[in-house]
């Protein structure tokens, strides 16, 4: 079982709050996300008995957003935004200088497992571009400087 | 008197001329057996079943368009997988005393496997003998000599379709 | 219902109101193409094919609209003017087609559908004949070695996703209809996949039905993979011969043989979903061990020999048999799934011919039953239901019956009650079964206490008053008497015997009482149950009380059996009715047609056969189209009473334990071999084709019956099926129908509709079962895709959904004598016993085990035994 006791309860929770039981598939399966930081295959499985549905049902959903990282990913998952706006403003470029930095290929982690690098679609900060979003975290009107200085500071932190 | 003479001296040279005309130029008819005369670019003879240059595997899928287009309902085949999970033809037969040579197969055929080549001599002494099954119709490989024909369309099994 | 007036095409056209416009059209033949419609679901606007140009009415005016809209989302109203074939709507498809096509892979050549396939055919209709894409197609690998995608996901079904036009019927068919969850689409747009869930794979019982409505190649069979086009092959219709929900089937034939079963829908039955039983169920067909050749008993081994020769000792037999014993020494016993004809030709034969009574088709039944002369209790038998009236209801009461496993048609109108009405499943059963996926309500009480259940159940309305005292029709009295009568039947000791809490039976008796139509489903375990009289007037009490005898969707319905039991029953096949289910008294009308028959005395039944036979008054048996060893809930007694018959004739498609047994085996065809008739549970008359010759020698009953009439001087003169046919037509009470031909399409629909007389409150009495005194009780039913013996596991393609015998314990039992899931156990009692592998149930009662009876090496009439009841047994691990 990767799921921890408290994540099995606060799932039960959180579909004793709906009518019907697939309406908990999002809520829990961000709880699974936030617990084990990526979505996989037997997880669903779990999931699933915990909310008390089908794993089909679960894994549909799980699949649909790509919000949810379907591989491991690094402590911090930096995701730039690849749309026109920070497209025009170096977006391309922003994202190849983060892969050399770090020294990995899109997707991969990191040696000391910090890191990983994505690039996503629009994430609604057009007027700021180019930016990205590390974890929950908006970075935004970035350059190499900034970024440098924000890869340190996580480093720091750890 | 004067009359036989008149044949003498002038038809029968007349008649032999024609003869001797023909003595001395090339003949038109050929010593068959030894000899054999080149077909037409577009004679329709003997069934042959191409393959794929770079690995040798049949071409034919079994898709059955060429026993659908026949007039004369010869072809018979059925269908199976292979190993690789590809579709090819367990069985293929064609009734060469029922083939009437349109060439429609050739032309219905999307994977351009089957073909009319130049062969006319497959005479035999029993009926049965004339229902040519796949290791008959199929061109041997190695190749003994390359593909006469010119493929237009697929000349590599397809990576993508 | 409503009517609305609107223009199609120019047309006038009149269609009910909440129609779409594409049912509209495509009710008024005007074709609209489609891929994501099917009119067994609901619509979702998924694949734009079906766009039209519309115009409706706007004060005075007709306004387009804006854009073009999809036809088969958008209701039809008052006064619409539609045009499906304008230049718009023409150019509009077209760019559809290009954009599914662009990514659709041109491997025709190969695909299955090819040839059947509704892009194709679209595609050639309004499709371009080039593609503007230079782009590379959308790929979906999943071997790397192999330029083919496929995937299997199931048993019986291969998934290729580059095909995929992402139309969802699929999905929308398992989750939508079957109510099951093992197809899903994962991912998200272009990348959508159509797979089982992680771990899993599609096999649902319906599962066939993906694959025949994928608009396009990309789930395929594998049974019928890559071995016919399907432009070779004949399609004939015919009708499925396992359960009894009779659905339309349509048989691909090549070059005499069968290579697949694809549905011929008929909308009052299957609406073109039948399950993979029918569907896969026909390979028995081609199976090496089917019989080619009459065999005889020379030196006690079968041989083969010529049918003149098998069916002259048959004759001679007889004679000498009537000689010394009287025509009472001759008796026959028949299956349940051989046609009207064959049962007409039978019951002639041996009444008019032979002059016995003696016929019977009863022997799953261990011991009589009080079952009388009482209009209610032989009525109870008639199912007055149509399936298309089981959507009407809003709460099903199923008892003891394994609805998905024995009718899985019916199964799937009551899952189409819920999904499209909210109808309310209440499911009680004595083990969990399949339909639980959808059940309000699963109760699960304890084996043999249906009587307690349902009378205590009564009980409680009775009591408590809760019934409607108008739709009741109850005195006060009469209550009183009853509550008096059915003194031990009170609220403690019901729920102590049947192992349901009081608050659960006070739950089912208060929505019993409130909902407006329930219907009463009882199945399998009800039929052979040793109390099966007291329990259906229990159910006929409750039906009573609540006011749901004689409605238009409410009533009782008692099914289970095999494709032809109610043919069986209604064609003769009993010691005291003849064919159409008359009296001996009705005998004179009969008489003219069929000459002098026997009608003093009704003959014996299965169980008096059995006893005269070990009492030596029987010396001649037949056996047609039945595997007795088998079927009958004793083998032991059942092998020795049959071994004592001077002379047994055995009639089947293999050399089945009975068959080994016998003096005579006759090959007989399968109904794809012969025409015929078979009657549904309904009472719906449909006819069978004619689909592959003969195999072998083989003969069809009725056929083997007319050849041995004309050795007795008493020539039937049948040639064909339609021949007798006729002679039973007038029985039918349809003037119109006079020849098979004339059946209609949705087949013969009797007509006749008795209402159940009200007969009062009728107390029951619960009589204790006889059984030995050990731990567990065995039941037994239908595994996942099987059905009955013999035929189902003789297909290949059932076979790959559950290929072995299995016997289904309790988890907790299980626990305590360490038994993990695929280790040997034995169960055993004093009758025999019989080993198979161990499977673990979760939900299983504890002291039951399930064994599924289809397999023919674990029989389980070896643990039964006909003096007992009940069958207990205690379990052993091996």
């Not at chain 3, 996901?153 to 109510?179: A, D, S, W």
């Not at chain 3, 008692?558 to 064609?571: I, V």
């Not at chain 3, 013999?790 to 988890?811: G, M």
């Amino acid at each position: 079982m990767a799921l921890s006791t408290e994540s099995i309860d606060a799932m039960k929770k959180a579909a004793a709050r709906y009518p019907q039981k697939r309406s908990a598939i999002l809520p829990a399966l961000t709880i699974a996300y936030r617990q084990i930081g990526y979505l996989y295959d037997d997880l669903y499985i779990e999931v699933a008995d915990a909310i008390g549905v089908s794993p089909n049902e679960v894994a549909s959903a799980a699949t649909f957003y790509t919000m949810f990282p379907k591989q491991k990913v690094g402590k911090y998952l930096i995701q730039v935004c690849m749309n026109i706006s920070c497209g025009l403003m170096g977006a391309e470029s922003l994202k190849e200088y983060l892969l050399k930095v770090l020294n990995i290929k899109e997707g991969e982690i990191t040696e000391d497992g910090l890191f990983t690098v994505v690039s996503v679609e629009c994430l609604g900060s057009c007027t700021t571009a180019p930016m990205m979003q590390v974890n929950q975290t908006f970075y935004e009107n970035l350059n190499r400087e900034k970024v440098d200085k924000i890869l340190n500071d996580l480093r720091e932190k750890g | 008197m004067f009359k036989v003479l008149k044949e003498v001296f002038i038809a029968i040279p007349v008649g032999l001329y024609t003869t001797l005309k023909n003595f001395f130029r090339k003949p038109v008819t050929i010593q068959y057996p030894r000899i054999k005369t080149p077909m037409y670019p577009r004679y329709r003879g003997l069934h042959f079943l191409e393959r794929y240059d770079h690995d040798g595997a049949e071409r034919c899928v079994c898709c059955g368009l060429c026993a659908a287009a026949c007039p004369a309902d010869c072809i018979y085949m059925e269908g199976a997988e292979n190993e690789k999970g590809e579709r090819y033809a367990k069985i293929y037969e064609i009734n060469e005393l029922r083939c009437i040579f349109c060439g429609y197969c050739e032309e219905a055929c999307p994977e351009e496997a089957i073909f009319l080549g130049k062969e006319y001599e497959f005479s035999s002494d029993h009926r049965d003998k004339f229902i040519y099954t796949k290791e008959d119709l199929l061109v041997p490989w190695p190749r003994k000599k390359p593909s006469p024909i010119k493929f237009i369309r697929k000349t590599k099994r397809p990576d993508v379709y | 219902m409503d009517k609305i007036k609107l223009k199609i095409d120019g047309r006038e056209i009149q269609t009910e109101k909440g129609k779409t416009v594409l049912e509209a059209a495509l009710e008024n033949g005007i074709d609209i193409p489609v891929f994501c419609y099917h009119p067994c679901l609901k619509s979702i606007g998924a694949c734009r094919i079906c766009l039209v140009e519309i115009a409706s009415p706007r004060g005075d005016q007709i306004v387009p609209w804006p854009k073009l809209a999809v036809s088969c989302a958008t209701a039809a109203t008052e006064g619409m003017e539609v045009q499906t074939h304008s230049e718009k709507v023409v150019k509009a498809r077209q760019g559809v087609l290009e954009f599914i096509l662009a990514n659709h892979p041109l491997d025709c050549p190969t695909c299955d559908k090819g040839g059947e396939c509704p892009l194709q055919d679209t595609t050639f209709k309004y499709g371009l004949d080039f593609s503007r894409f230079e782009e590379r197609k959308r790929r979906f690998i999943t071997d790397e070695n192999s330029t083919f995608d496929d995937l299997q996901i199931g048993p019986e079904v291969i998934r290729n996703q580059n095909r995929c036009i992402h139309c969802y019927r699929c999905t929308r068919l398992v989750q939508e209809r079957f109510f099951e969850q093992d197809l899903g689409h994962y991912q998200r747009g272009a990348f959508t996949e159509i797979l089982p869930p992680p771990g899993g794979e599609i096999r649902n019982l319906y599962s066939g039905n993906v694959v025949e409505y994928c608009p396009v190649g990309a789930l395929t069979n594998r049974d019928w993979r890559y071995k016919v086009r399907v432009w070779k092959t004949e399609e004939i219709p015919t009708i499925c011969r396992y359960c009894s929900d009779g659905c339309n089937l349509h048989v691909s034939v090549f070059r005499n043989k069968i290579y697949r079963i694809q549905a011929n829908t008929n909308w009052s039955i299957d609406e073109g979903l039948p399950c993979d039983i029918g569907r896969y169920g026909y390979q028995f067909a081609h199976h090496d061990d089917r019989l080619t050749r009459p065999m005889i008993r020379k030196d006690d081994e079968l041989v083969e020999c010529s049918w003149n020769e098998a069916l002259t000792v048959i004759k001679n037999k007889i004679d000498q048999t009537v000689k010394s014993l009287g025509s009472s020494g001759v008796a026959c016993l028949v299956g349940e799934s051989l046609s009207n004809e064959d049962y007409y030709t039978i019951g002639r034969f041996f009444r008019s011919v032979i002059g016995t009574n003696s016929i019977d088709h009863r022997i799953y039944r261990k011991k009589k039953l009080s079952f009388g002369e009482d209009v209610v209790k032989r009525e109870l038998c008639w199912n007055k239901l149509d399936i298309a009236d089981l959507e009407k209801a809003d709460q099903f009461f199923i008892l003891g019956s394994d609805l998905h496993a024995e009718n899985p048609i019916t199964a799937l109108r009551v899952l189409k009650a819920k999904r499209f009405s909210d109808a309310r499943i209440m499911l009680l059963n004595p083990r969990p079964t399949h339909l639980n996926r959808a059940a309000d309500e699963e109760h699960i009480y304890s084996a043999y206490s249906e009587v307690f259940l349902l009378q205590g159940l009564v009980r409680l309305i009775v009591e408590k008053k809760m019934y409607d005292p108008d739709k009741a029709n109850i005195k006060d009295d009469e209550a009183k008497a009853f509550l008096k009568e059915t003194a031990d039947f009170d609220f403690k000791t019901v729920s102590e015997k049947t192992g349901i809490a009081p608050v659960d039976l006070e739950t089912i008796a208060r929505s019993l009482c409130e909902a407006e139509n329930t219907i009463f489903i009882s199945g399998e375990n009800v039929r052979i149950h040793y109390q099966r009289d007291p329990i259906l007037i229990s159910l006929y009490n409750l039906a009573k009380l609540t006011g749901n005898l004689n409605g238009d969707a409410s009533g009782i319905l008692m099914l289970g059996g095999e494709s032809n039991s109610k043919g069986c029953y209604l064609f003769g096949m009993r010691p005291d009715r003849l064919p159409y289910d008359k009296p001996f008294e009705q005998a004179e009308e009969l008489k003219s047609s069929w000459g002098e028959i026997a009608t003093d005395k009704p003959g014996y039944d299965t169980i008096d056969i059995l006893q005269k036979i070990n009492d030596e008054k029987i010396e001649c048996g037949f056996l047609l189209g039945l595997d007795a060893a088998d079927h009958y809930p004793d083998s032991e007694y059942i092998n020795n009473t049959l071994s004592k018959l001077d002379f047994m004739v055995v009639a089947d498609l293999f050399l089945t334990d009975t068959a080994r047994l016998a003096d005579v085996v006759l090959p007989i065809s399968s109904h794809f071999e012969s025409d015929g008739t078979f009657v549904n549970w309904e009472g719906v008359l449909q006819k069978f084709s004619k689909s592959i010759k003969n195999i072998g020698e083989s003969m069809p009953l009725w056929e083997i019956f007319s050849k041995l009439s004309t050795m007795f001087d008493a020539d039937f003169n049948f040639k064909t099926a339609d021949d007798i046919f006729r002679h039973f037509a007038p029985m039918l009470g349809q003037e119109s129908v006079s020849r098979m031909a004339a059946i209609p399409k949705d087949g013969l629909r009797s007509e006749k509709k008795i209402d159940y007389p009200d007969l009062g409150l009728m107390a029951v009495k619960y009589r204790k079962p006889s059984h030995e005194d050990l731990p567990l009780t065995a039941l037994s039913g239908n595994g996942d895709h099987h059905f009955s013996r013999n035929f189902s596991t003789r297909c290949e393609s059932l076979n790959n959904f559950l290929a072995d015998p299995y016997i289904a314990i309790n988890d907790k039992l299980a626990e305590d004598m360490t038994i993990s899931e695929g280790d040997l156990i034995k169960l055993e009692n004093s009758s025999g016993k019989i080993v198979a592998k161990a499977l673990i149930w979760q939900n299983l009662p504890e002291d039951v085990v399930f064994v599924p009876d289809n397999f023919i090496e674990v029989k389980v009439s070896m643990i039964r035994s006909k003096d007992n009841d009940i069958d207990k047994v205690k379990m052993v691990k091996m």
